[in-house]
């Protein structure tokens, strides 16, 4: 556990970065800290490894005063992935993972074993080992700064926006690849970012600052986008938080409706407007307009627009499914993959009418510690 | 001409004795390296201070001014000030080291001190971030990440001082630059000439080499060089 007890950055030149900071971080949770350019962030975290020392204020990991401890050996025992993943340029990759390990004194070949292992644990093919930083994209570097922040297996991660510098596919991968291994490690972090997006994918638990170094409020990510504490929160979640915390909310059981299909390869001599293509598993692979087959389904005539979603998914993917599909019926798989049925639009409505909304709580107020962070929730 | 100086310089008398090309190749050589090593012992410690910390950078500024002061008119000076202060040979090898260091520590400081300045903020961070203590930050990231440019100016110290220790033959100590004076005193043009071309050929030479040492000192994570496997490594992901 990390906990901010009322602590104030001010720098020389007078600017006061962050400012009497009350926050807990639970031990085995991703807490994020999100709010725009400027608002603190990056002091608060690097606050907590004594890369910037506090004013005023202590942090305490778990229990212990950070200003207590000796500032290289604490930092030897956090993961520190550092915002455009801050690489040695003049080490290897395999180096570069094994920089902890180096310092901490582990024999040679446990760091190589170790190593490679890692750039495979983040998705990283190891014939990059032995290349150098600067030959590598900027994903494939952010990748090897979280193998780096994990080699000695921390229990406490501090994460400076590690998928900034990408594309916005790649960085979903990423932030997907690393919550799953999340799940496995179980590693207090904190995580930065000025994205809310991310934060609410990411975070169990998501602190809005403002600027100024103000906690703005502190909750869930569910709690965030239904009970925002004010006009600021309201208006840094962004317009269709409606609409994104569906998300959070698991989908009840939906009315299916059988849905005719069609196999690939078969042809059909039906002419109503849309047939679901399956293939030999009864996945489903797109739709397509009988009128305009001119033979058996190929897959040049499948109409990809619609996506599917999984009936323990999310009410979100649900009512998303609905309105993407051209037939308007909305794509629904089981676990594996296998159609189940499909359903629409005005049903996943009805639907979320009957469903209950995060409660108010009574004590909420900014800085309140979150309602249960222990609350599961599901990547969408 | 170019005959007889090509003559002058195969010629084996002109190679051995005292005063023989060889004598004096490893007399030029000797004093060269004892002045870079100097150098280099007074000017990287700085040059990494001043780059590490960011601060006194006035010195280096004042050793690139120093560069103006001729070195010849120095040598003089120091030799009929200092001179007669020592007994012995020494009277003319310290004046002469003295001046040739002073000459080699700009170049050496500024590469040292641009060095260490230019790394890359970030790595810095990293190093600190990781978990290094300040003298591990230094040893482990920052001089590793000077080194093209300390090397550098290590080279163009040792070419500046390997070409300019001629003119320690003119205090009466020896090199290549005897040639030079001797074959001007008595008129002997070969000997000036072949001599020039000496101390060309062995600043050419030591540059190469060191050159070399840089190649394989500098991490090509730096130089930005393939790593030779790379290509095949590109092409089968
Ligand atoms: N060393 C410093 N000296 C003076 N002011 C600083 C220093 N570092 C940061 N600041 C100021 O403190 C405030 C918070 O900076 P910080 O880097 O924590 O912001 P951030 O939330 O991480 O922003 P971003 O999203 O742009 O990274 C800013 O106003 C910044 O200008
Ligand atoms: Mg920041």
Redesign the pocket.
Known sequence: MIRFDRVTKR???G?V?VDELDLTAPTGKITVLV??????????LRMVNRMIEPTSGAIYLDGTDTADLKAAEMRRGIGYVI?HAGLFPHRTIVENIGAVPTLLGWDKKRIQERSMELLERVGLDPSVARRYPSQLSGGQQQRVGVARALAADPPVMLMD?PFSAVDPVVREQLQDEFLRLQDELDKTIIF?T?DIDEAIKMGDQVAV?RVG?RLAQMADPAYLLTHPADDFVADFVGRDRGYRALSFQASPRLPLHSERTLLMGEATDRTDEWILVVDDEHRPQGWVEPSRLSGPVTEADLQRGGTVARASGSLRAALDAALSAPSRRGVIVDDSGELIGTVRAHEVLAAIEDADRPELQDDDQAGSPAPDPAAEHTPS | MIQSIIEWLLSPESWTGSSGIATRLWEHLLYSAIVVVLACVIAIPLGLYIGHAGRANWAVTLANSARAVPTLGLLFAMTLVVGPMISSELAFVIPSIAVLVLLAIPPVLSGAYAGVASVDPAARDAARGVGMRPLQVLTRVEVPCALPLLLSGIRAATLQVIATATIAAYVGLGGLGRFLIDGLASGDYVRTAGGALLVAALALTVDGVLALVERYAVSPGLTGKDVGDTAVVASTT
């Open positions: 720098f020389p030149d600017t970065a709010g725009p350019s400027g608002c603190g962030k990056t002091t608060s915002q926006e930065v000025h600052l170094g």
